[in-house]
């Protein structure tokens, strides 16, 4: 069985965009790796960017940064869940970008969302 992927674009008030990538992965073993070649290709995103622990998931780490051409600010929240890799990318103009608290509350949301999804799918 090989991975599904879900991408939900969701266009915010202003400037802002979010983007949710779901990775669903044959089993928890294959969720690492998957999410590290997904924070790989999106640290390619993210010009300077700081990286910092996140209390979402299992792995969670918060990248903030500027794009490449300066054009937006750029956070992503990446995190493992079960068999699950997740990355939830955050843009907005220049110098606004995604609040830590509020990156924090929505990848916890989602983590619960998937938590519940894998439950009911047992």
Not at 13 to 27: E, F, H, N, Y
Not at 59 to 88: C, E, H, R, W, Y
Not at 105 to 112: A, F, I, P, V
């Amino acid at each position: 069985m090989g991975s599904r992927a879900s991408r939900l674009s969701i266009p915010t008030a202003g400037s802002r965009q979010i983007t949710s990538t779901i990775l669903v992965l044959p089993d928890a073993s294959a969720a690492t790796p998957a999410l590290d070649a997904a924070k790989a290709e999106l640290a390619g995103k993210v010009a300077n960017g700081a990286t910092q622990p996140a209390a979402v998931g299992a792995g969670g780490t918060m990248l903030s940064g500027m794009s490449p051409d300066g054009t937006k600010s750029v956070t992503v929240l990446s995190f493992t869940q079960g068999n699950t890799a997740t990355t939830i990318e955050f843009d907005g103009a220049p110098k606004d970008p995604a609040p830590a608290d509020l990156v924090l509350e929505l990848g916890q949301k989602q983590d619960t969302a998937i938590q519940d999804w894998q439950a009911a799918s047992a």
